[in-house]
């Protein structure tokens, strides 16, 4: 069985702060790897890329053709002619730290998604779902029983009028009766900021529970805020 590793996170983060996983092309099936530059390659949003094992793992029918500048060219990009600054920027990243620059970036924000992921789960509302110590993002459930005055998305809203945005959604179809919040640390989510953000959590989950009554539900599943 051949894998496409889908690694969105995981792969700008393993092969500095885990470097003896075998997960990429070590693994004899795994044809393909596919990143986003924008999420831990310190890049702003809009740079991705995928690489193959080899030319016979990759689509043909992904390839277009355009003759150009008096050649055939074959390029695999999206668009045919798009701005090239976000992959000017990951290079000189790539240059500029190293090795050794991204695995300090990348296991300081391990250790902030540890720190979080630790104290979220001494508060007495929670149960930890992964704790952030491979790549640094974690989740977490409500304790079954704790409450019925509230739920995550009432959490996310209170939280989200603090000015932090910790997301609550429902899991695929067999699971969407289980509700999740998640956390995404990247660069630039201090160890301090992490503690403000603990520091508001615990507030409003002592405002939630101190509540005489449930929450009006409203009348769609889950928040009333959108994207």
Same mark, same amino acid.
């Given at each position: 069985?051949?894998?496409?590793?889908?690694? +969105?996170?995981?792969?700008?983060?393993? *092969?500095?702060?885990? *470097?003896?996983?075998?997960?990429?092309?070590?693994?004899?099936?795994?044809?393909?790897?596919?990143? #986003?530059?924008?999420?831990?390659?310190?890049?702003? *949003? @809009?740079?991705?890329?995928?690489?193959?094992?080899?030319?016979? +793992?990759? !689509?043909? #029918?992904?390839?277009?053709?355009?003759?150009? /500048? @008096?050649?055939?060219?074959?390029?695999?990009?999206?668009?045919?002619?798009?701005?090239?600054?976000?992959?000017?920027?990951?290079?000189?990243?790539?240059?500029?730290?190293?090795?050794?620059?991204?695995?300090?970036?990348?296991?300081?924000?391990?250790?902030?998604?540890?720190?979080? #992921? &630790?104290?979220?789960?001494?508060?007495? !509302?929670?149960?930890?779902?992964?704790?952030?110590?491979?790549? !640094?993002?974690?989740?977490?459930?409500?304790?079954?029983?704790?409450?019925?005055?509230?739920?995550?998305?009432? /959490?996310?809203?209170?939280?989200?009028?603090? @000015?932090?945005?910790?997301?609550?959604?429902?899991?695929?179809?067999?699971?969407? &009766?289980?509700?999740?919040?998640?956390?995404?640390?990247?660069?630039?989510?201090?160890?301090?900021?992490?503690? #403000?953000?603990?520091?508001?959590?615990?507030?409003?989950?002592?405002?939630?529970?101190?509540?005489?009554? *449930?929450?009006?539900?409203?009348?769609?599943? @889950?928040?009333?805020?959108?994207?």
């Amino acid at each position: 069985m051949k894998i496409h590793v889908d690694g +969105a996170s995981g792969a700008m983060v393993a *092969p500095f702060c885990q *470097p003896e996983l075998e997960w990429d092309f070590r693994v004899d099936r795994v044809v393909s790897i596919n990143t #986003s530059g924008h999420k831990y390659g310190l890049v702003y *949003p @809009g740079l991705g890329w995928i690489v193959w094992r080899d030319r016979d +793992a990759l !689509p043909e #029918s992904m390839v277009f053709y355009a003759s150009y /500048l @008096g050649g055939d060219m074959p390029t695999l990009a999206l668009n045919f002619s798009r701005p090239g600054a976000q992959v000017l920027l990951q290079y000189y990243n790539f240059l500029r730290l190293g090795r050794d620059g991204y695995r300090a970036v990348q296991q300081g924000s391990i250790d902030v998604a540890k720190y979080l #992921s &630790e104290e979220i789960g001494r508060m007495g !509302p929670f149960e930890l779902v992964s704790d952030g110590s491979t790549i !640094p993002v974690f989740a977490w459930r409500l304790r079954e029983g704790h409450t019925d005055k509230w739920t995550l998305y009432d /959490l996310a809203d209170r939280l989200r009028m603090k @000015g932090w945005l910790v997301p609550a959604y429902p899991m695929a179809d067999d699971l969407a &009766e289980v509700t999740l919040q998640r956390i995404v640390v990247r660069l630039g989510l201090s160890r301090d900021l992490a503690t #403000s953000l603990l520091t508001d959590m615990a507030g409003e989950v002592a405002f939630l529970d101190g509540l005489d009554a *449930p929450l009006p539900r409203p009348t769609e599943t @889950g928040s009333h805020f959108h994207h």
